[in-house]
């Protein structure tokens, strides 16, 4: 079924104003005007202030519904949850939840009191009369769990007893509190029984805002799993999860007077409705079309409502406000934060269970061979009693005491075998959610670490301007008082390094758990295989021995059935990160844009005349803005990556076991490899440089049975042409990791070509017409790198990055040589060639033979013979079918070999290849290689040329540095 977008319903509900506020002399500052409209007037300002006599002292906010002091709680219910009942026992999720100031009435509305229930009951009485109407055609059964977060801990209400509780993500990727209470339940009441219950648990304390403050964010999880009962054998279940939660309140520290434990209660509070705040402005910009990546891990609340806001769920945001004049900074902040909560869109889908086809078929052939071991158990018990009711057999002889014997000893070692085999199986599954937390931990790691890289960087561009004393010393801030930057460092950098502590901390103790767990699965696996080994002493008849046969069997194709879903598991988050490099790529191409735009302005300002290669990068630059052809790219990505979350491209079909073994064996490998350690990551250099832990478990290599962490984000960059062996079984894998790495690789190889999925001639054309302009760029690179080849003088091993002119001090040459901007782009540089030469002797890339195979088969066409730098640009001669190379000069300097060219059925483009040298760049120290080059605000250096190649760009993102050729990450690039 298709994901849906939603958007979050926000209301608001203003409460009346309350004893005390009357006594303070407070006035009404909050109006509702019509269903909608929130009218809040500043009490503040002075209308007789001349400077402020014509600003408006009202300011006008529009919500979904607004409530004001006359609604009733039946009201609120319906105009915000009752639509939701219809969803959850579809098996939609569901969101409720409070959110406002302390003492603005959130429990209020979600508790409320004996003779006006709140939210919580009401809902669950119109959910269990809707279950009471499906009864006849499905089997239900709901379950509930209440917990609180206090102080970042996650306490069970229902049984406090039980400790702290850790929040994870299952397979599904559905957060999951380990270890709570979930209790049975058939009513309403029996609810709110619990609830009253749970809530005399809940930590609530007096502070000077309200008598009876919750100091803990309450979660009423409500779970509706629906089994129908059709004739079918493959059963639908589908799961509805309702979450209902009342938020503790928002306070200012000076206002409550709140001091020692109720102030930390408060800090932590305020901490996560911020991280809660910030989640919904990251999510508001992203609903408005402006991309961020949004960081649910800040806090327990926001990693628990990540469905809510961002996922997967019907959500309704219920604000609270006092009306009193005297709340008004409070009642405006969470106004604000409402009213921007409106442009969050949610995708919601139905959770259906074994919905997916092959997972589907193997659990059916898991229960019929369950049946099957049925039948055969029956028949063995029905023969013995045959054979035991035979008049002519003597009653009791030693040879049946030994047989009966032997049949019940295998009986108890076959029990004791399938309860081995359940073991593994919860085993395997609690490896693959840990799995999905280290990979989550692992990208929080590399964001956090691209903070901190970004302002290292930062803050050695600044120390290189201050000591050379170059006129943007003046723009530097951290310059202005010859800081050198150390005690400037932004907060955001400070709390990242913090992050990257707490989360090598987790990282250690997931772990620990991760070693611990596959140890308890390597014994049970030997105790599994001990009593493999003595059955067979005990197997007195065929038919035992045929059951036995089908249990291994069954075990072992709930084996596959786990790998399966890990394989699922891994191929989704390796889209994930490829969704944040993509957003942090389209952040710095706008500041790249921004920056051109600039360049340009100041030095037609500044009257420097532009020399052609310049200028001639700047049309270039313009000409893929204005076609979007990056935009294509991106588009292209996020329809490949929706389809792979699908599954509607590359689901894995039952026949995956001979569709990977049809492929070279080449595309079996993945990206990152078995038997040797993945390549450096950030996290090392940091410790490199910071003198912490090396290196995580979970960058080692796992055993056999654990699913590893996909590469660290700039592998991911790399194309499937470097590969290595995979960790998980190829087979599975393979297929699913190869489109994710690099979707839109594959989708330009031609149709027919790597495991199907093949596109239209059409969708061909449309692709390649989006990335003309950047094969475009590849070639011009290319010429000027075998322009340098050609001239001896020029051709440099060491890039001369630190003494690259300015481009603002340039003066135009009359000497024809290599743009500056060339020099300063190492991957264009001869160097490049020079790196594929050294390369020569290993096997070439997949995708290098593959083009040039291509090129081979069929007729150049458009190729455009090389030309010397002295000829006259030389007319490209017209192809036979549209050539993708516009008649630009430098264009008519492509090495045939790696032309664009297509015919009626078939495009080829070649793939561009990118592999990080990592044994060389690792070591190679950072600082000294910043050369003096425009730089975008985190003091990256940028060039014309570099703007126009998303590679690079996605490179640079990622935060290496640019160094010698050989050197830098980016310097075997060649297109
Ligand atoms: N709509 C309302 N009608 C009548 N009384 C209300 C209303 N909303 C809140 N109140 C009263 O205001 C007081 C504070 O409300 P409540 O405890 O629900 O606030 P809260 O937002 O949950 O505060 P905290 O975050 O500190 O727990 C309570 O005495 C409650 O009965």
């Known amino acids: 079924m298709e994901p849906k977008d939603q958007p979050l319903v926000v209301a608001l509900r203003i409460r009346p104003l309350s004893d005390a506020e009357l006594q303070e002399g407070a006035t009404v500052i909050a109006h509702k005007v019509g269903e909608q409209v929130l009218v809040l007037t500043d009490p503040s300002e002075d209308a007789e202030d001349p400077l402020r006599a014509h600003r408006s002292r009202e300011r006008t906010f529009i919500f979904d519904t607004v409530f004001d002091q006359h609604a009733s709680q039946e009201e609120v219910y319906c105009a915000t949850t009752q639509r939701l009942v219809e969803g959850i026992i579809s098996g939609y999720n569901a969101t409720v939840f409070a959110y406002g100031p302390s003492g603005a009435g959130k429990t209020h509305t979600m508790l409320g009191m004996d003779a006006e229930p709140g939210i919580y009951l009401q809902t669950l009485t119109d959910l269990f009369e809707a279950i009471e109407g499906t009864r006849d055609v499905t089997d239900c059964s709901v379950s509930m769990s209440y917990f609180e977060i206090y102080n970042e801990v996650i306490r069970d209400l229902l049984n406090p007893s039980s400790g702290f509780l850790d929040l994870r993500e299952d397979a599904r990727g559905s957060i999951q509190i380990a270890g709570v209470t979930e209790v049975s339940t058939s009513n309403a009441q029996e609810i709110m029984q619990l609830l009253t219950k749970g809530n005399r648990q809940r930590t609530q304390e007096p502070t000077a805002t309200n008598r009876t403050s919750s100091r803990s964010h309450a979660v009423l999880q409500v779970t509706v799993h629906q089994r129908s009962r059709g004739a079918d054998l493959a059963e639908e279940v589908c799961v509805g999860r309702l979450f209902m939660v009342d938020l503790a309140g928002s306070e200012r520290a000076a206002q409550t007077q709140n001091r020692g434990k109720r102030m930390k209660e408060g800090a932590h509070i305020n901490r996560s409705l911020l991280a809660l705040g910030n989640c919904i402005n990251a999510l508001s910009e992203k609903g408005g079309g402006r991309a961020q990546y949004v960081n649910f891990r800040d806090s327990k609340l926001t990693r628990l409502l990540k469905d809510a806001l961002g996922g997967n769920s019907h959500t309704v945001m219920i604000a609270h406000i006092s009306p009193a004049s005297t709340c008004f900074e409070e009642s405006r902040t969470t106004l604000l934060y409402a009213y921007r909560a409106k442009n969050i869109k949610t995708r919601v889908k139905r959770n259906l269970l074994n919905v997916s086809y092959h997972i589907a078929q193997y659990t059916d052939v898991i229960s019929q061979l369950r049946g099957e071991i049925e039948q055969l158990k029956s028949r063995i018990e029905k023969q013995e009693k045959e054979r035991k009711s035979e008049p002519g057999l003597p009653v009791t002889l030693s040879p049946h005491d030994a047989e009966e014997d032997s049949r019940l000893q295998m009986n108890k070692i076959r029990a004791q075998l399938v309860g081995a085999f359940r073991e593994q199986k919860e085993m395997r599954r609690s490896l693959v959610e840990l799995e999905n937390t280290t990979v989550e931990l692992h990208m929080d790691m590399s964001r956090h670490l691209l903070t901190i890289a970004d302002w290292e960087r930062e803050k050695t561009h600044l120390r290189a301007h201050s000591g050379q004393g170059e006129p943007e010393k003046e723009e530097a801030p951290a310059d202005a008082d010859g800081d050198d930057g150390e005690s400037t460092e932004p907060h955001e950098v400070a709390l990242a390094r913090e992050e990257v502590n707490l989360l090598l901390a987790e990282q250690r103790k997931t772990a620990a758990l991760k070693a611990g767990l596959e140890r308890r699965l390597a014994h049970a696996k030997r105790k599994a295989s001990q009593m493999e080994q003595l059955l067979p002493r005990h197997v007195s008849s065929e038919d035992q021995r045929e059951v036995l046969r089908l249990l291994c069997r069954a075990h072992e194709l709930e084996v596959e059935n786990t790998e399966l879903q890990a394989s699922n598991l891994c191929r989704k988050n390796l889209l994930c990160q490829k969704d944040f490099v993509i957003q942090r790529y389209r952040q710095h191409r706008r500041l790249c844009e921004r920056l051109v735009a600039e360049q340009r302005r100041r030095m037609q300002d500044r009257g420097v005349p532009v020399p052609e290669p310049?200028?001639?990068?700047?049309?270039?630059?313009?000409?893929?803005?204005?076609?979007?052809?990056?935009?294509?790219?991106?588009?292209?990505?996020?329809?490949?990556?929706?389809?792979?979350?699908?599954?509607?491209?590359?689901?894995?079909?039952?026949?995956?076991?001979?569709?990977?073994?049809?492929?070279?064996?080449?595309?079996?490998?993945?990206?990152?490899?078995?038997?040797?350690?993945?390549?450096?990551?950030?996290?090392?250099?940091?410790?490199?440089?910071?003198?912490?832990?090396?290196?995580?478990?979970?960058?080692?290599?796992?055993?056999?049975?654990?699913?590893?962490?996909?590469?660290?984000?700039?592998?991911?960059?790399?194309?499937?042409?470097?590969?290595?062996?995979?960790?998980?079984?190829?087979?599975?894998?393979?297929?699913?990791?190869?489109?994710?790495?690099?979707?839109?690789?594959?989708?330009?190889?031609?149709?027919?070509?790597?495991?199907?999925?093949a596109l239209s001639t059409q969708a061909l054309k449309e692709m390649a017409a989006g990335t003309k302009s950047i094969a475009l760029v590849a070639a011009t690179r290319r010429c000027r790198a075998q322009d340098q080849e050609g001239s001896s003088g020029r051709s440099s091993r060491h890039l001369p990055e630190e003494t690259a002119p300015d481009p603002r001090d340039r003066k135009p040459s009359a000497t024809p040589g290599p743009s500056p901007t060339d020099r300063m782009w190492p991957g264009a540089s001869p160097c490049r060639d020079r790196s594929v030469?050294?390369?020569?002797?290993?096997?070439?890339?997949?995708?290098?033979?593959?083009?040039?195979?291509?090129?081979?088969?069929?007729?150049?066409?458009?190729?455009?013979?090389?030309?010397?730098?002295?000829?006259?640009?030389?007319?490209?001669?017209?192809?036979?079918?549209?050539?993708?190379?516009?008649?630009?000069?430098?264009?008519?300097?492509?090495?045939?070999?790696?032309?664009?060219?297509?015919?009626?059925?078939?495009?080829?483009?070649?793939?561009?290849?990118?592999?990080?040298?990592?044994?060389?760049?690792?070591?190679?120290?950072?600082?000294?290689?910043?050369?003096?080059?425009?730089?975008?605000?985190?003091?990256?250096?940028?060039?014309?040329?570099?703007?126009?190649?998303?590679?690079?760009l996605s490179h640079m993102l990622l935060g290496f540095s640019p160094g010698p050729c050989g050197q830098s990450p980016g310097s075997d690039l060649h297109a």
């Open 614 to 757: 310049l200028d001639k990068q700047y049309r270039l630059c313009s000409q893929e803005l204005a076609e979007g052809a990056l935009d294509h790219l991106l588009l292209l990505h996020s329809v490949m990556a929706s389809s792979l979350r699908d599954g509607s491209v590359l689901s894995l079909s039952p026949s995956l076991g001979e569709s990977s073994r049809d492929q070279p064996e080449d595309l079996q490998d993945l990206p990152w490899g078995t038997q040797c350690e993945l390549p450096p990551t950030l996290l090392e250099r940091y410790s490199d440089s910071h003198g912490s832990p090396k290196a995580t478990p979970s960058m080692k290599l796992g055993r056999q049975d654990s699913i590893r962490p996909p590469p660290p984000l700039h592998t991911l960059l790399v194309p499937l042409t470097h590969e290595r062996p995979g960790f998980l079984s190829r087979k599975s894998l393979a297929p699913t990791l190869r489109p994710a790495a690099s979707p839109e690789l594959s989708a330009l190889r031609p149709s027919g070509e790597a495991g199907g999925s």
């Open 837 to 952: 030469e050294r390369r020569g002797g290993r096997k070439p890339s997949p995708s290098l033979t593959r083009s040039t195979q291509l090129v081979a088969e069929k007729p150049r066409g458009p190729a455009v013979e090389p030309a010397g730098e002295s000829q006259p640009p030389a007319a490209p001669a017209k192809p036979p079918g549209r050539s993708f190379l516009p008649p630009v000069p430098t264009a008519s300097r492509t090495k045939p070999g790696l032309s664009f060219h297509t015919d009626e059925h078939m495009l080829r483009v070649p793939e561009v290849s990118f592999t990080f040298p990592s044994a060389t760049w690792r070591s190679s120290p950072a600082p000294s290689r910043v050369p003096v080059l425009p730089r975008d605000i985190r003091g990256r250096s940028l060039t014309p040329l570099s703007l126009c190649c998303p590679r690079l």
